[in-house]
């Protein structure tokens, strides 16, 4: 059964700390994507990668960076993590070489971070 | 810029109704469209891929059809039951990311 698994279901950390979320995927796949989901504006994308060391901003990349060290893992960082910050945070990844050969997105089961 | 809309944004039906969930896209270059279901507090569960070149997917009582010329995706869901109930979302995939609908809340009552 496919998996895609994110370090934490609950977080809650402080303004100004600097915050690591954590997704994994044991599915060989090449793509990988961060989105954040927030009530009536539903899920927009932080930042995405298509190979190990790639990334690629997504809508909203300010005050996140992210980090492709090896294939299967890719971490979402928030340097000093402000209120708005505030969320529920999705890993998703995908396979296929480029957009015409993607298949299936499947996501983690969130992260719902918040910034006290 | 592409769009995607899902109306309505809530639906109840009793149960073992047959309905059909929308979504509509304003770019037809797409590289396929998929078909979510989400919990409250979860993630995303994948339920229908289809493919650009394709019309339609089925996966049990779930049926999801694509016209890109007219920008529309429907899932048809049969017999609906009350473990239906959750928020659908559809995505469409297009040359830089995929596009999310803000979903459609769905109640089935037992």
């Known amino acids: 059964d496919v998996k895609v698994t994110q370090s934490s279901r609950y977080l809650v950390k402080r303004t100004g700390e600097k915050v690591f979320l954590e997704c994994v995927q044991d599915m060989d796949h090449e793509n990988m994507f961060w989105y954040r989901q927030d009530p009536g504006l539903g899920l927009r994308l932080i930042y995405f990668s298509y190979d190990v060391k790639m990334k690629e901003k997504g809508d909203i990349p300010e005050g996140y960076s992210v980090s492709r060290e090896k294939k299967e893992r890719f971490s979402l960082i928030l340097e000093s993590a402000s209120t708005n910050q505030t969320s529920m945070y999705l890993c998703?990844?995908?396979?296929?070489?480029?957009?015409?050969?993607?298949?299936?997105?499947?996501f983690g089961p969130g992260t719902r971070l918040t910034v006290l | 810029k592409q769009e995607v809309t899902q109306i309505p944004a809530a639906l109840s039906v009793p149960e073992g109704e047959n309905l059909v969930l929308n979504c509509s896209f304003t770019?037809?270059?797409?590289?396929?469209l998929q078909w979510f279901r989400q919990d409250p507090g979860k993630g995303l569960t994948s339920l229908l891929l289809?493919?650009?070149?394709?019309r339609e997917q089925t996966s049990g009582r779930l049926n999801a059809s694509l016209d890109k010329s007219s920008g529309r995706s429907t899932l048809y869901i049969a017999a609906s039951q009350p473990g239906d109930s959750a928020t659908y979302l559809c995505a469409a995939l297009g040359t830089y990311k995929y596009i999310f609908g803000t979903g459609t809340r769905l109640k089935v009552l037992a």
């Open positions: 770019d037809s270059a797409i590289y396929n």
């Open positions: 998703a990844s995908t396979s296929g070489g480029d957009r015409s050969s993607y298949n299936e997105q499947f």
């Open positions: 289809i493919q650009s070149s394709q």
